[in-house]
């Protein structure tokens, strides 16, 4: 490259790599610390052999979790005359009877007759 | 290189080969980052960590200054990718507070220096891999991911540019 440069290019180019140095003049850390940080970096950032291991390992999971047969159920049942003796019904608009389990048709009710028609019906 | 020296996950690597060129490629990383020291060392850091874990792997196809320059350049720039609006908007908010750190500016050479900050970004990254890191056009169209057409064409106009503005300064030496 040097040997395709005119003396105004040299020119240039002395000055502007003088100029990049006085620029650059005591901002360069050295080499071991920058080197040390970075080794101290690369050791905690996690290998890609760790990750494609733990997707593999995942997946395998999965895997064998689809393929396992599905768990035995245990039944248990019920005696017909336990259960019975055991439950009772109660209807749901009990509750909005005067008073609770108790039959209130302790007397029948009398109904009066009436022969007496009106308009052509029985009162 | 010495065996032991040689990266674990890069082969054709070795540290004292880093070390030689430690210098050369943090000043990249400085210009990158518009010579905030803790982001290049960030980047420089960073730049490392791929090396030593092997996601950026060296194969020899070209120099290993011209690799690990790329490696500094495409972390920068996927990094300012994400964050270029804020920097601008903090760099705005800088330069009209007499409060925060200035970048540093050379004293010699400054309207060089000047110059070269005018130029548009890419004819600024070549003049730099070029003249100050002694790199060859085409090495330094690598760097910067374009073909070496396109670095001459960049190379070519920042020349045309610095001798324009510079005139009479280059001429008296």
Known sequence: MTSMMNDSDK?????????????EEGQVPGFDAVWAAAERRAAA????????????????GAITIGLLPPAERHWEFVDPAEFESSTSWVAPSDVLLPDHRVDIYREIPVLIESTKIEEGALL | MRDSDVLENNPQVSRSALEAMHGQVFGWALSRCNFEQVVAEDLVQQAYVELLTGKARFD?????????????????RSRFRRISSRLRLTQQAASTDAGIVQPVE????????????????????????????DMTIEAASRVMGVSTGTGRVHYDRAKKA??????????DE
């Not at chain 2, 020899?60 to 920068?76: I, M, P, R, Y």
């Open chain 1, 11 to 23: 020119t240039l180019q002395s000055r502007l790599k003088q100029a990049q140095q006085d620029a």
């Open chain 1, 45 to 60: 950032r996690p290998k890609r052999g760790w990750i494609a291991g733990a997707i593999a390992a995942a997946i395998l």
């Open chain 2, 60 to 76: 020899g196809e070209s120099s290993l200054k011209t690799f690990v320059f790329a490696v500094v350049q495409n972390l920068a």
């Open chain 2, 106 to 133: 050379p004293g010699e050479n400054e309207a060089v220096w000047q110059a070269v900050q005018t130029l548009p970004q890419r004819q600024r990254d070549i003049v730099e891999l070029v003249f100050c890191r």
């Open chain 2, 162 to 171: 610095l001798k324009e503005k510079l005139g009479n300064d280059l001429n």
